[in-house]
Structure formats: structure tokens, C-alpha cells
């Protein structure tokens, strides 16, 4: 879904897509990634015991613990700035707290199961305003769930916002 919202918006040449083939990979490839955004886009569960979980291919999964390490070596400055996470129930604290935890400041995702078709019209325009109209993460994301709440109030998801590891509540 990534290229082809890429592809849309003409930031195809500008974005890294990188096809993981499991857990493993997953964590390798976010230890070393050198951009300012990182998206994911997976499947995600959520587990009362486990929490919160991304599925990768073969089937792996990677639990919030799983990130307490990724970035331990690198300056403040070579961290992303906000992860975004294209995958159901991937928007609890758990997941969000353990970007932060590791450096993160921004942490998207949503909260509940989410349509294909849902997910690729709010990351479309969140794109747009996040790179093409150069708006702060927590901008782009307000101005989206606005509009979104006035012209489609029953798109799927409930996506979530978290900035240093704590939801940030949307009030309209």
C-alpha cells in the first residue's frame, strides 16, 4: 500500500520501501534505518497478556519488547522522528511507549481493526499535509482527523496519536 500512496502523491523517488520477510528482519531493518519517518505496514493484534503485537511474514510477530533495544547506539538526532504503523490494533499505549521509550517522539497507528480502502484514504492525505505541505506530524494528523470526522464520520480504525509515549486527545 506504501508505494502506491507514495506513487500518488509523486514521493515515490524520495521514499525507501523495504519488503521484510520476518521478525527478524523487521528488528534489523529498524535498528538501522536512517529517515526522519518510518512506516510499517503489517498486520497487529492486540493480547491482554502480550499486548501489542506487528506480524510479520513467516509467521513472526514483534511484541513492544522486542524494541527496547533498536536504537540504543545511535545520537537523538539519527532517531525517527514518528513511526507510523499501518496495522490493526497497533495504536495502544504499549506499542507507542516503546518508540518513545527508544527515542521516537511521534507514534501513529489505529486503535481497532481497519479497512484497506479506510486506512489508504487517511494516509493519503496525512502524507500529503506530513511531506508535501511540510506540517508538523501532530498538524497533519489533527487537520486529517477533522476533515475526516466531517466528510467520512464512519471510517474505520480510530487511529491514535501519541507524542513522547502519551496519547494525545483529539477533541473537536
Known amino acids: ?9 509523486g514521493y515515490e523517488d524520495e521514499t525507501i520501501f523495504i519488503r521484510i520477510v520476518g521478525r527478524n528482519h523487521l528488528i534489523e531493518e529498524l535498528e538501522n534505518v536512517e ?3 518510518v512506516h510499517i505496514s503489517a498486520h497487529g493484534e492486540y493480547h491482554k497478556k502480550l499486548g501489542t503485537c ?6 513472526g510477530r514483534v511484541y ?6 533498536i536504537w540504543i547506539d545511535k545520537k537523538k538526532s539519527e532517531i525517527p522522528e514518528l513511526v ?5 490494533q497497533a495504536g495502544h499505549v504499549d506499542m507507542a511507549r516503546a518508540f518513545y521509550i527508544v527515542g521516537c517522539k511521534y507514534c ?8 484497506f480502502e479506510d486506512a489508504a484514504v487517511f494516509l493519503t492525505l496525512f502524507y500529503k499535509l506530513l511531506i ?3 506540517k508538523s506530524p501532530w498538524i497533519a494528523f489533527k487537520n486529517i482527523k477533522y476533515g475526516l470526522s466531517q466528510i467520512l464520520p464512519t471510517l474505520s480504525g480510530a487511529w491514535s496519536f501519541y507524542e513522547r509515549g502519551e496519547k494525545v486527545i483529539f477533541i473537536e
Open 1 to 9: 500500500m506504501l508505494y502506491e500512496l507514495m506513487r500518488i502523491l
Open 35 to 37: 529517515e526522519k519517518y
Open 54 to 59: 506487528l506480524e510479520t511474514p513467516r509467521n
Open 64 to 69: 513492544h519488547s522486542d524494541l527496547e533495544d
Open 84 to 88: 507510523v504503523l499501518s496495522a490493526c
Open 108 to 115: 501513529l497507528a489505529p486503535l481497532n481493526e481497519i479497512l
Open 132 to 134: 508535501g505541505e511540510q
